[in-house]
């Protein structure tokens, strides 16, 4: 009997597990990121499926530094329980921060207004 309940444990744990992330590139920013959307332009145009997520911890209404970054995104989602959860899973220190899953399902993350996303999708770590 302890062994279907340890077996029925296990399952249980496994199904708690958050699903692979998809493949693509991953763009997290806040309000204050620099260049925003200069970094908004660069990850759009990347060729890649792009996931932007804002972190951003109180939000009652849009900055004016966030006007450009949606005007290149599009629509976003105020609260993304989904991305703040990758977020820590990847453990984004700061912003601009780009993370590309590829389609082996390995992470490469890149922070900072001078980053070369060629460099990132070719990553072989």
């Known amino acids: ?4 309940a340890a077996v029925a444990v296990a399952a249980t744990a496994q199904d708690r597990r958050p699903p692979p992330p998809e493949p693509g ?3 997290f920013f806040a309000p204050d990121t620099p260049r925003l959307a200069e ?16 972190l951003a911890a109180d939000l009652r209404e849009l900055p004016e530094t966030l006007e450009g ?9 105020l609260v993304d329980d989904e991305g703040l959860e990758l977020a820590r899973r ?3 220190a700061k912003t ?3 993370v590309h899953v ?3 399902g390995r992470v490469h993350v890149a922070y900072g ?13």
């Open 102 to 104: 590829d389609r082996g």
């Open 1 to 4: 009997m302890a062994g279907a």
């Open 90 to 92: 990847w453990r984004i």
């Open 39 to 54: 970094m908004a332009r660069l990850a759009r145009h990347s060729g890649a499926r792009l996931r932007p997520v804002l």
């Open 69 to 77: 970054a949606v005007a290149e995104l599009g629509p976003l989602s």
């Open 96 to 98: 601009p921060g780009f």
């Open 113 to 125: 207004t001078k980053v070369d996303l060629k460099e990132v999708f070719s990553c072989s770590r």
């Open 25 to 27: 590139l991953y763009f």
